[in-house]
């Protein structure tokens, strides 16, 4: 056992597990000796920083195991306060990562496909970066359908391991609660905005008008036949089709409108219809 700050200790487990008849048993038996006085959680992982976030996030009483290959989609989420060193100093090295991603490829703009709004407020205090913000927006309706779908993922190999489901209201807030996260984010980011739909149909127009928003110049005569050529890429999560190489066609999934069951299409209107008003979905107008 070692003592890591006020009210927090490490503690390794492999020790007792085949004492108490695994790593679960052992947690519940650590709790038990504390008692529920001191409001006791435990978190545990195969790195320290993943047991302190699985601890963080526990409630009083309760045990929470982060298996390695859960670790991404359970840190994902979690507050930049968790991390155990200062945000600033958090800000400066993510700061010398983009410049050396700037040097080793000799290009002038980095594009960082993150999606989370937090890491968008967090980038702007990172030094040295422009942060320029590309907010692509999607019909709630087709967005819920999509989330609501049961998805693989292809990148986890062994175990079979699906994407998170989300019910009508849950996906229906998270997208509201995200848009307008970077609709307040624009109030001081230079943003453009650009939908789905509006992509899908023209590629190579919608592209070069937000890049013009951006103050970027850009070529997109790759895309003037509406398809563009997918190559080896270095995202770790995300849409299946990424995997997809060649020249794809550019379109949209419209699935939705013929297969999103009527009462859950109107649970998602009544939850997100500020914003799909906002964004011209009931308007019929561009913004």
């Not at 040097?103 to 937090?118: L, R």
């Not at 609709?183 to 590629?203: C, F, I, N, S």
């Not at 013929?258 to 979905?281: H, Q, S």
Request: hydrophobic residues 45%.
């Amino acid at each position: 056992m070692e003592p890591a700050e006020p009210g927090v200790v490490y503690f390794d487990t492999r020790g007792v597990e085949r004492l108490y008849g695994g790593v679960e048993a052992a947690l519940r038996r650590a709790l038990a000796s504390v008692g529920p006085v001191w409001d006791p959680r435990v978190g545990a992982g195969e790195r320290r920083f993943v047991a302190l976030a699985a601890a963080s996030v526990a409630r009083p009483g309760q045990a929470v195991i982060v298996e390695g290959k859960d670790e991404q989609p359970f840190l994902e989420p979690l507050p930049l306060s968790l991390l155990p060193l200062p945000v600033d100093r958090y800000a400066e090295l993510t700061a010398r990562v983009y410049a050396a991603i700037l040097t080793v490829s000799g290009a002038e703009v980095v594009v960082d496909s993150t999606k989370n709004p937090p890491y968008a407020y967090f980038l702007r205090r990172a030094p040295g970066v422009g942060l320029r913000v590309l907010h692509l927006v999607r019909d709630s309706r087709g967005v819920v359908h999509s989330w609501m779908k049961r998805v693989e993922r292809p990148e986890i190999t062994g175990d079979a391991a699906y994407f998170e489901e989300f019910s009508p209201w849950r996906a229906g807030i998270r997208w509201m609660e995200c848009n307008l996260a970077f609709d307040v984010l624009r109030l001081r980011t230079p943003t453009a905005r650009m939908r789905y739909e509006a992509l899908a149909a023209e590629p190579a127009g919608e592209v070069a008008r937000a890049m013009r928003t951006l103050g970027e110049e850009v070529d997109v005569s790759a895309l003037a036949d509406g398809s563009v050529e997918v190559a080896g890429q270095h995202s770790v999560r995300g849409n299946p089709m990424r995997f997809s190489h060649g020249r794809q066609r550019v379109r949209a999934d419209e699935a939705w409108r013929r297969d999103m069951a009527r009462p859950v299409r109107r649970t998602v209107l009544a939850l997100t219809w500020p914003l799909l008003w906002r964004y011209g979905y009931l308007r019929g107008r561009h913004v």
